[in-house]
């Protein structure tokens, strides 16, 4: 469904992507790891554009767009890829001055053209479906951190995108504010959302990914499931890397297999 081909990367002289090459199955979610630096946000936020890559090729579905170096990707093509994504930011990025429903309607009343209330229907079918719809009336700031990234889930799920993009979905809450998101994002696994997280949260990772991507220094250093990468890696920058940030894993899984 989702490849990504030689993807590469440079902010000046910074080479943040070397030649990543990735397939992502539909129905499915992976989980991008690493340290601080690796490349796991720019890599999902090329998937949908937000940055372009120097050089590679992305395919969604039945889209695909090869990036010339050199040369800025035409408009149309661009937004056919952006319709076929969906974006959850690590700090919510939601409207202040909109109420929550009015939040999830936004992109489809302004971006996609639809009428109010058919709008407005689909906003209270995702705020329900992410177990706030009573909040429909709210503003932004009277919720919880897990709240908000409840709705921002469902705006990000508005236009039907064929991938849900997550970068560091539950790493500006506290740990029982997470827990709420990370419960979320496993129903909507469970359903068969495709998803391509970047994150620090093992126990997300570790409960809804099937594909766990090690990244370090801009490459693919290993994947695999989670709990392979967790309890058996193959590379050593993997297993120095595993070794730091054990907690938030099956405690049956801190002991070898």
Known sequence: MIRLEHIDKRFGDHHVLKS???ALAENSVTALIGPSGSGKSTLLRCVNLLEVPDAGRLVLGSTALTLVPGK???RESVQAIRRKTGMVFQNFQL???LSVVANVME???TVQR???PRARKRALELLDRVGIADKADAWPTTLSGGQQQRVAI???LAPSPQILLCDEPTSALDPGLAAEVVEVLRSLAA???TMLMATHDL???ATIAREVVFLSDGEIVESGTPRDVFTRPREPRTASFVATITQGLPEDWKRPA
Do not use: C, K, Q, Y
């Open 114 to 116: 639809w009428d109010r």
């Open 20 to 22: 990543i090459d990735l």
């Open 107 to 109: 992109g489809l009343v």
């Open 72 to 74: 800025a990707p035409a």
């Open 203 to 205: 126990r997300l990772a």
């Open 191 to 193: 359903e068969g959302t």
């Open 154 to 156: 469902a705006r990000a």
């Open 95 to 97: 409207f202040p001055h």
